[in-house]
Every structure is written in C-alpha cells, then in structure tokens.
Nanobody, 124 residues
Framework: QVQLVESGGGLVQAGGSLRLSCAAS????????MGWFRQAPGKEREFVAA????????AYADSVKGRFTVVRDNAKNTGNLQMNSLKPEDTAIYYC?????????????????WGQGTQVTVSS
C-alpha cells in the first residue's frame, strides 16, 4: 500500500504561482511514476503531469506546458508540482497519484493509488 497526501493548494490571482506537494509513505520503493491530475466542476479528471520516480523524461498536458514543472525528491519521498502563470481555467481539485506499473503515464486508469486532492482556485 502507498499513502499519498497533497498540500499547497489555495486561492491565487491570475498570473500568480502555487507549489503543490505530495508526500508518499508506505511501499514507496515500488512506485514507478508519480502523476498529477485535476478535476474541475462538471468535468472529468484529466492528466496534468507525470515524472518517473527514479528520474527521467517528464510528461505534461499541452494546456500546462511551459507553465507547470513536476519534480520529485526520492530522499524525502515527495513530489512537487510548481505552477506558474496560473489562469482561471486552471481552477480545479488537484490530485497526485502513484503508478506501480510500467504503463502509460497519461492515463488515470493506470494509477494505483491516489491522494485526497487539494483545491486550487485562480481568480481573474
């Protein structure tokens, strides 16, 4: 089992920045990748970014490329999502997730564990 706890959400004005954190505990040695997803009201949960737990090529949704950066710190068992130049359309609940298998990182069905989510609200 892997437990994930997000933090760092909040209210920010358009153009501002937020940094989300995801603390992992439990069977962290088995994590293959950490992903970030978001869900806006009335919409499906969508992929935002992903990073291999051991390092390597990151992946981003087109809507956040150039504005968001995903990193991880294996020593601390944490992942972070740095969000810059935020837009009102970035408003959503953000979830981190852990993938224990070598499956496509952009598909939410391939993730095995999920955090509880943290609210991000961007005002115009």
């Amino acid at each position: 089992q892997v437990q994930l706890v997000e933090s760092g959400g909040g209210l920010v004005q358009a153009g501002g920045s937020l940094r989300l954190s995801c603390a992992a505990s439990g069977r962290t040695f088995g994590i293959y990748a950490m992903g970030w997803f978001r869900q806006a009201p009335g919409k499906e949960r969508e992929f935002v970014a992903a990073i291999p737990w051991s390092g390597g090529t990151t992946a981003y949704a087109d809507s956040v490329k150039g504005r968001f950066t995903v990193v991880r710190d294996n020593a601390k068992n944490t992942g972070n999502l740095q969000m810059n130049s935020l837009k009102p359309e970035d408003t959503a609940i953000y979830y981190c997730a852990a993938k224990m298998r070598t499956l496509v990182a952009t598909m939410r069905g391939n993730y095995d564990y999920w955090g509880q989510g943290t609210q991000v609200t961007v005002s115009s």
